[in-house]
């Protein structure tokens, strides 16, 4: 699996656009870009995955550049549940061909 | 629907002592993985387990083992435990078989403090 680079931490001011970088400029024709976050002391939490195109669901949205080289996890409007490590990672499609591997992630800090 | 649940959520043991883990997937999912993470960092991949086999290992010695029953549950046991195995011990789940993208689901973890 590629791996990625991503900020150590950034804050946010409530209410505002959270704007996550990753870079991931080895990443592979057949591997996803995927998102998850975690809470202080929870398991890690699914948040979006793409392949070339953007994406969006309730959650947030995700822009993939179009040599799919780096991403953007964006949280439209932060709220202070939002405060969590933001894993990005890549990975092949397939359940039993692939492994998830975890960076240290960005430490968002949503701010009042 | 009941999520990814694991057991116990905290335990102490001593150094040398062996421990077993337990996760049950969520409700229809085939696929097991276990995944250690160390206080401040992401979590590392120990490995996967699928039809009662392991299927994909990470860097972790023998002294991590593992086990998938008939109903998807697993177990992670650790041998001869060290002071450096003190870790979040997370399971995630997830469906096997087509090659469209798949999502992980992860438990709340165990929480393993080795002295």
């Known amino acids: 699996d590629a791996k990625t680079t991503q900020p150590t931490s950034m804050d946010c001011a409530e209410g505002r656009a959270a704007n996550l970088p990753c870079n991931h400029s080895t990443i592979s024709g057949n591997e996803y870009v995927y998102w998850y976050r975690q809470i202080h002391s929870q398991g890690p939490q699914y948040i979006i995955h793409?392949?070339?195109n953007n994406e969006t669901n309730e959650m947030a949205s995700l822009i993939i550049t179009e040599d799919r080289k780096s991403s953007t996890l964006i949280l439209p409007h932060a709220t202070l549940r939002d405060t969590a490590v933001y894993y990005c990672?890549?990975?092949?499609?397939?359940?039993?061909?692939?492994?998830?591997?975890f960076g240290d992630g960005t430490t968002l800090t949503v701010k009042p | 629907d009941a999520g990814v649940t694991q057991s116990p959520t905290h335990l102490i043991k001593t150094r040398g002592q062996q421990v077993t883990l337990r996760c049950s997937p969520k409700?229809?999912?085939?696929?097991v993985s276990w995944y250690q993470q160390a206080l401040g960092q992401g979590p590392q991949f120990i490995f996967q387990?699928?039809?009662?086999?392991?299927?994909q290992r990470g860097n972790f010695p023998d002294r991590f083992s593992g086990h998938q029953f008939p109903n998807y549950s697993s177990e992670l046991n650790v041998n001869a435990l060290l002071l450096g195995d003190s870790a979040l011990y997370l399971c995630a789940s997830s469906i096997t078989g087509t090659d469209s993208p798949y999502e992980q689901y992860f438990g709340p973890g165990t929480r393993l403090t080795v002295t």
């Open positions: 387990y699928y039809e009662e086999e392991e299927r």
């Open positions: 990672i890549v990975r092949v499609s397939r359940a039993n061909a692939g492994k998830s591997t």
């Open positions: 793409g392949l070339k």
């Open positions: 409700s229809g999912h085939d696929t």
